[in-house]
Nanobody
Framework: QVQVEESGGGLVQAGDSVMLSCVVS?????????MGWFRQVPGKEREEREC???????????YYTDSVKGRFTISRDNAKNTVYLQMNNLKPEDTAVYYC?????????????????WGQGTQVTVSS
């Protein structure tokens, strides 16, 4: 079994910065698998979660959705079994529940169905 726990969300103002953290524990070797940050807004199903950013097993390859490029940075510390999402210059449209996903694959994965373990999610609300 694998446990995934996100932290760091909250209520912020437009232009603020927030860092999300995700710690993974359990039977999966963290440094062999890609990780991703997804977000989900009300009315959307789990399968419709938007891929915000992903990072491969070693951390040398990343992907960002267009709307966050230049503002968000994904990184990982394999020694701490932790992946981060640094979010700068937040906008109201970034408001969502942010989920951390663990992929069974080493390369970056863009779709929610490519992840088999998820955290409980952390709410990020950006006021204008």
């Amino acid at each position: 079994q694998v446990q995934v726990e996100e932290s760091g969300g909250g209520l912020v103002q437009a232009g603020d910065s927030v860092m999300l953290s995700c710690v993974v524990s359990g039977r999966r070797t963290f440094d062999k698998y890609a990780m991703g940050w997804f977000r989900q807004v009300p009315g959307k199903e789990r399968e419709e979660r938007e891929c915000v950013a992903t990072i491969n097993y070693s951390g040398d390859t990343t992907y960002y959705t267009d709307s966050v490029k230049g503002r968000f940075t994904i990184s990982r510390d394999n020694a701490k079994n932790t992946v981060y999402l640094q979010m700068n210059n937040l906008k109201p449209e970034d408001t969502a529940v942010y989920y951390c996903g663990v992929s069974p694959f080493g390369g970056i994965a863009y779709h929610s169905y490519e992840y088999d373990y998820w955290g409980q999610g952390t709410q990020v609300t950006v006021s204008s």
